[in-house]
């Protein structure tokens, strides 16, 4: 009998007052469950016997192989039950297993001080445009303050990078942070012994906070962070839409601050950034005088083309250090090379793959010893405009132009005019088979005339371009401006200038 049933019998009987055979009648029941319903002052399950399983025999088996072997999959064990006799499905092993490798368990809520303690964590986000991108957490575990940070990866570098920017977003630095057994953290750990990486000791020095790794399979030693993640994941990155690794840095900078650090948190009832203002902030270890280098460091070594490859792209140095062992430093902002400590050379750096990241100042010197080597880097500069400007390198070079000629022309009239006008006048050149930078000049000067814009973008000089010298127009001026000038001149040396006549020589005139 269920109790809907049971309570139903009692409101007929008690309050609607039928006798207990029209109820029994009424409800489709043996009038003897009428009885006896009416008879139970308080609902219970009558409970059933525990029914034997065919796992029973083989209890004391399946604890000594967990005992022995810790890890043993419950496939395994099956096998091995089986071999003793065992009958039964993996199923009810499964569920057996499962409430012996995860016993529910209790744990006491922990109180910190304020600026005791942070809590620090990786969150896998997905993708962007086929990239990966990890979510660096940290949360200072007295007023809940969050800090997020996007990154391409979880090495090294970035994890330092995602807590100098943490550390100055706080204006300061906790006493201690919590972590789980991260290899950034963590080298190597027998039991209690922890082997930290030497890099992230000497960071967390320089920051004198205390490095505190969670014990293993422990993660409800950092719950705050955790339940961050899970809150990140649901509130900032589901349901919304991300271009790029700047896009949703940006996104998440806006959404910290006016969300995240300014809800009611659930356990404190307060804004995070209320409590932390009013009683954190002022406890954190102050910034040191200078920051951490935090920059990807390896030593490199250029090729006979003055380039050196990190990742996967290749970036130019000055062609007088080709051949070279060099030392290359990388941030999430740029590619820096240095030879010892003398900066050489600088990028941005490219999070694509198979970039080549050159800076045309680097072989200025080198390209006028090297004609053939001039040619390349044209032709290579024409072809980045894209497909139109490869269609006419192509015609181009069908005909019986110069092709080095050509190349160092048009790369002038790039410079002069911009790549917008040039790509247009190769287009329309390609249509009627006109090859040659002197078309392609013609037609970027009759496209300015029919815009009414007859003066170039840049200062040609008259070699270069004589037909704009000629067609420059210049403000007219009224010429008796300059009458005073003259005017002054003439009264200021009237008394000493001769006539024109008297000025010659008398035996001119004689004659």
């Given at each position: 009998?269920?109790?809907?049933?049971?309570?139903?019998?009692?409101?007929?009987?008690?309050?609607?007052?039928?006798?207990?055979?029209?109820?029994?009648?009424?409800?489709?029941?043996?009038?003897?469950?009428?009885?006896?319903a009416?008879?139970?002052?308080?609902?219970?399950?009558?409970?059933?016997?525990?029914?034997?399983?065919?796992?029973?025999?083989?209890?004391?088996?399946?604890?000594?192989?967990?005992?022995?072997?810790?890890?043993?999959?419950?496939?395994?064990?099956?096998?091995?039950?089986?071999?003793m006799?065992?009958?039964?499905?993996?199923?009810?092993?499964?569920?057996?297993?499962r409430?012996?490798?995860?016993?529910?368990?209790?744990?006491?809520?922990?109180?910190?001080?304020?600026?005791?303690?942070?809590?620090?964590?990786?969150?896998?986000?997905?993708?962007?445009?086929?990239?990966?991108?990890?979510?660096?957490?940290?949360?200072?575990?007295f007023?809940?303050m969050?800090?997020?940070?996007?990154?391409?990866?979880?090495?090294?570098?970035?994890?330092?990078?995602?807590?100098?920017?943490?550390?100055?977003?706080?204006?300061?630095?906790?006493?201690?942070?919590?972590?789980?057994?991260?290899?950034?953290?963590?080298?190597h750990?027998?039991?209690?012994?922890?082997?930290?990486?030497?890099?992230?000791?000497?960071?967390?020095?320089?920051y004198?906070?205390?490095?505190?790794p969670?014990?293993?399979?422990?993660?409800?030693?950092?719950?705050?962070?955790?339940?961050?993640?899970?809150?990140?994941?649901?509130?900032?990155?589901?349901?919304?839409?991300?271009?790029?690794l700047?896009?949703?840095?940006?996104?998440?900078?806006?959404?910290?601050?006016?969300?995240?650090?300014c809800?009611?948190?659930?356990?404190?009832?307060?804004?995070?950034?209320?409590?932390?203002?009013?009683?954190?902030?002022?406890?954190?270890?102050?910034?040191?005088?200078?920051?951490?280098?935090?920059?990807?460091?390896t030593?490199?070594?250029?090729?006979?083309?003055s380039?050196?490859?990190?990742?996967?792209?290749?970036?130019?140095?000055?062609?007088?250090?080709?051949s070279?062992?060099?030392?290359?430093k990388?941030?999430?902002?740029?590619?820096?090379?240095y030879d010892?400590?003398?900066?050489?050379?600088?990028?941005?750096r490219?999070f694509?793959?198979?970039?080549?990241?050159?800076?045309p100042?680097?072989?200025k010197?080198?390209l006028?010893?090297?004609?053939?080597?001039?040619?390349?880097?044209?032709?290579?500069?024409?072809?980045?405009?894209?497909?139109?400007?490869?269609?006419y390198?192509?015609?181009?070079?069908?005909?019986?132009?110069?092709?080095?000629?050509q190349?160092?022309?048009?790369?002038?009239?790039?410079?002069?005019?911009g790549?917008?006008?040039?790509?247009?006048?190769?287009?329309?050149?390609?249509?009627?088979k006109?090859?040659?930078?002197?078309?392609?000049?013609?037609?970027?000067?009759v496209?300015?005339?029919?815009?009414?814009?007859?003066?170039?973008?840049?200062?040609p000089?008259?070699?270069?371009?004589?037909?704009?010298?000629?067609?420059?127009?210049?403000?007219?001026?009224?010429?008796s401006?300059?009458?005073?000038?003259?005017?002054?001149?003439?009264?200021?040396?009237?008394?000493?200038?001769?006539?024109?006549?008297?000025?010659?020589?008398?035996?001119?005139?004689?004659?």
């Amino acid at each position: 009998m269920k109790i809907d049933t049971w309570a139903y019998i009692r409101h007929l009987y008690h309050v609607e007052k039928l006798p207990k055979k029209a109820i029994a009648r009424k409800l489709g029941l043996d009038p003897k469950t009428v009885r006896k319903a009416l008879k139970k002052e308080t609902f219970s399950t009558p409970s059933s016997p525990n029914r034997a399983s065919k796992l029973d025999p083989f209890r004391d088996k399946i604890q000594a192989l967990l005992e022995t072997y810790s890890g043993l999959s419950g496939v395994r064990i099956h096998e091995e039950i089986q071999a003793m006799g065992y009958s039964g499905g993996i199923s009810i092993l499964r569920d057996y297993l499962r409430t012996m490798r995860n016993p529910s368990q209790a744990f006491l809520p922990i109180q910190v001080l304020p600026a005791e303690e942070a809590q620090a964590d990786w969150a896998y986000a997905g993708r962007i445009s086929s990239q990966r991108v990890y979510c660096f957490l940290m949360t200072l575990s007295f007023s809940g303050m969050l800090y997020l940070e996007f990154f391409p990866s979880q090495r090294l570098e970035y994890f330092l990078c995602g807590h100098l920017h943490a550390f100055h977003y706080f204006g300061g630095v906790p006493k201690r942070i919590r972590y789980d057994n991260l290899a950034s953290v963590v080298l190597h750990r027998f039991g209690s012994t922890i082997q930290f990486h030497p890099r992230f000791l000497d960071f967390s020095s320089h920051y004198l906070f205390d490095p505190s790794p969670c014990n293993v399979k422990s993660p409800h030693e950092k719950g705050r962070v955790e339940r961050n993640v899970r809150y990140v994941k649901n509130n900032f990155l589901a349901g919304r839409i991300f271009l790029s690794l700047t896009d949703i840095n940006s996104q998440a900078l806006s959404w910290r601050d006016q969300v995240a650090n300014c809800r009611i948190h659930g356990s404190t009832k307060q804004k995070p950034i209320d409590l932390f203002l009013r009683e954190e902030q002022h406890r954190l270890i102050p910034l040191p005088q200078r920051d951490y280098d935090i920059r990807i460091t390896t030593s490199v070594k250029s090729t006979s083309q003055s380039l050196v490859q990190f990742e996967t792209n290749r970036y130019s140095v000055p062609f007088t250090y080709a051949s070279r062992m060099l030392i290359l430093k990388a941030d999430d902002q740029f590619v820096s090379i240095y030879d010892k400590d003398q900066l050489i050379a600088q990028h941005p750096r490219s999070f694509q793959k198979y970039q080549r990241i050159e800076d045309p100042r680097h072989y200025k010197g080198l390209l006028p010893s090297k004609p053939k080597a001039t040619y390349f880097k044209h032709r290579d500069a024409l072809f980045a405009l894209g497909e139109t400007a490869r269609r006419y390198v192509e015609a181009m070079a069908k005909t019986e132009l110069h092709p080095f000629y050509q190349f160092k022309k048009v790369i002038t009239l790039i410079d002069l005019y911009g790549k917008t006008e040039v790509l247009q006048a190769m287009d329309h050149a390609l249509n009627y088979k006109a090859m040659g930078h002197e078309y392609l000049q013609n037609i970027i000067l009759v496209n300015r005339r029919n815009r009414s814009c007859s003066t170039p973008p840049g200062s040609p000089s008259s070699k270069i371009n004589p037909d704009l010298i000629r067609s420059t127009w210049v403000e007219e001026r009224d010429p008796s401006l300059y009458d005073q000038y003259f005017q002054i001149k003439e009264n200021d040396d009237e008394d000493r200038i001769p006539d024109a006549s008297t000025a010659l020589p008398s035996s001119q005139n004689d004659g």
